[in-house]
């Protein structure tokens, strides 16, 4: 069956999201994403969305290319990943569940464009939080007060990470509008922030962990916090975390995360000429 696809976040969602919703782990960032994009549309014209449906009807499949962003897909069959050839550019990349990743690859090899895997992501899991060594200082949830902050560090964050396209709404603005930021302090002064998105079908993913200092027990303590207050409200509690960096994957071990998917940003192979 052919993708169907639309520049219309309402009409993507419309289409899809009982089949995002049937497993929220596995479509955290289409979820999240998707409930981003739905309350604040944007206007760019750089933005797709696709599903792709089997011999049933039934929606198997789908992507989502927010805007200043390379498309994500969900996991999915091997005659979808060979569609996705006619409905989307690879070259910005393309993020993939792990399980499609032989697939996609395959489909713009036949097209003579070599994709190679640039980044892997885990997603980890709360099982139960586990009781840490905290730091001094105690957490609290920041207030509109607090966005003159927020809005340094997010700026910071952009200027550590410049491939980042991350919407300063998503980050600071949104989650700050209804109490999913919280800040740990040291003696009343913010040292520390982590953010989580809001619950979608039991899942919420905490993220924008940062603390100025670079110190990694402060990062440790507002992690904990944030993955205590979303587990309040959620059934599964999830950070997405670099294959690589094996000292976060170890804190998040540590609080009890386990890691129960791999995610592949595939982006075009600097060392193979098309």
Known sequence: MPWSTTSDIAEFVAAASDF???RPVEHTPLLTEADYLSRRPQPEADQSYGWWTDGSGAVDG?????PR???ILTPMPAAAAAGLVDVLDARQ???CDVTS???VLEAWERQGIHLAPRHRLVIHRLDALRPQPLPPGEPRTAQPSDKALLDGWFDDLMAASPGDTSDREYVVDDPLADGRIVLWEVDGEPRAMAGWTRVLHGMTRVSAVYAPSGDPRIETAVLAAASEQAASTATDVLV???LADRDGIARLAALGYRAVRERVVLA???DVSS
């Open 101 to 103: 990743v032989d697939d």
């Open 20 to 22: 995002l919703s049937t």
């Open 268 to 270: 075009p192979d600097p």
């Open 93 to 95: 990349g393309v993020g």
């Open 62 to 66: 789908a992507f989502l290319r927010a």
């Open 69 to 71: 962003h390379p498309p």
């Open 240 to 242: 997405l975390a670099g």
